[in-house]
C-alpha cells in the first residue's frame, strides 16, 4: 500500500470527525495528519503546495455521508502547468 493510499484510509476512518470539526470544506492530508483546512479545492492546492511536493499528498472534500462523495480516478495522466499564487 502506497503513501497516498493510506492517507486516503485515514481520511475515510475519520471522515466524520473531520466533518464535525470543519464542515463541508477541503483537507490537505499527508502522513496521516492534517497540514491545513481550506474552503476551495483551489485554495488548498495553491497553499499546500507553498510547502509541499505535488504528488506527496492528497486533498479530500468533507462530507458529512460517504455516500456523497466524488471519486476521481487517475490513470498515466501527465501533471498540468500549475500556477501557484504567490
Do not use: W
Not at 31 to 48: F, K, M, P
Not at 64 to 71: A, E, N, S
Amino acid at each position: 500500500m502506497n503513501t497516498q493510499d493510506i492517507d486516503f484510509d485515514y481520511f475515510l476512518e475519520n471522515m466524520e470527525e473531520l466533518y464535525k470539526q470543519y464542515g463541508h470544506r477541503f483537507v490537505a492530508v499527508k502522513n496521516q495528519s492534517i497540514l491545513g483546512v481550506y474552503d476551495t479545492l483551489r485554495e488548498a492546492l495553491d497553499n499546500t503546495l507553498k510547502t509541499e511536493a505535488i504528488g506527496t499528498f492528497l486533498i479530500q472534500e468533507c462530507f458529512d455521508d460517504r455516500k456523497k462523495m466524488v471519486h476521481h480516478f487517475h490513470s498515466n495522466v501527465a501533471p498540468l502547468p500549475i500556477q501557484v499564487a504567490t
